[in-house]
């Protein structure tokens, strides 16, 4: 009670007459305290972000002893915290279920994932900051923000509901995005020690491929580090590192595909190529015969065509979650 008083004194004045006590204050003031003292967000995380905002709401930080209680529906909710990585397909949902959300409503952005996209926010399938698809009102920097940072941005927030501001705006302009896609980072080469050359430029025959990863088991290349591939404008190159923990070996090795893209599995030598060679399959379109389960793995299994590959088209509208910029332009104006 006596924190109640203290606060709203920030906001009127209490006046001693006989027998009771009155206070004074503007009606616009008192709601304004009542909205910031009892913040109630949605219940809900993304990415590694999240855990360090349930350590936040957990007893040693104890968000309820600032009137925050988490609400499962957002029909109760009026404040958002994106705590994660935003990725497209959850795009569209966090903007349903803000604007599912009572009003006024507030949304922190927490951790540089959900302020940027961050590491992944060249990759197609993350949107690179969610104020491309629902405003925000504060900003809390880190990977991940502590609890207190988190502590700290839900205070700013409550500094920005007792100045009265109820209608949140996009931080993002047209300005802002153009000089971002004309900013892209470098992609770092990366660097493989003691790599072995086991095969000349690394290139076998496709046929090849199965008979020469048994050989490398055999040989104690019992970890496949990796398979990927790159388009050289549709001449595709599959691409495996395998390594020899015991001699701390690795060995790259490389297949030009045929028109067909068919190579044979690997995934009854190397367990760990069974996903991986989904994802190359996701990716590029490359069938691996006798494979136990070819079947899309990142994107949905409607998704049209091969995202890696250099001939997709990004901005194709009749993508079932893939929206364009103009799309995400008019999410907004859906507020
Ligand atoms: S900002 Fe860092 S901790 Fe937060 S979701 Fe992204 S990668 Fe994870």
Sequence with gaps: MGNVIKSLKDIGSFMKLPGANLFVTKTEDLFNWASKSSLWPLSFGLACCAIEMMATFSSRFDLDRMGM?????????DLMIVAGTVTVKMGERIKTLYDQMTGPKWVIAAGSCAISGDHYRHIYSVVPGVDWIIPVDVYV????????????G?????NIISKGKTNPTFNVSQEALHKESCNSAPLVEPKVKKQKILFQDNFINIEDIYEVS????????????????TDFDNNLVLTYMFTNYNTNHTSEVNVRLNPDKKISSISDIYIGAEWQEREVFDMFGIKFTNHPRLERILMPED???YPLLKDYKMEQPSLPYRPSREEYESWKTKL
């Design 69 to 77: 209680i988490t609400r499962a529906s957002p029909r109760q909710a």
């Design 141 to 152: 920097p880190g990977c991940p923000p502590t609890p207190e940072a988190f502590i700290d």
């Design 154 to 158: 839900i205070m700013e927030l409550q």
């Design 214 to 229: 048994k050989k490398l088991k055999t040989e104690g290349y019992d970890f496949l580090n990796f398979i990927t591939a």
């Design 303 to 305: 998704w049209v065509g």
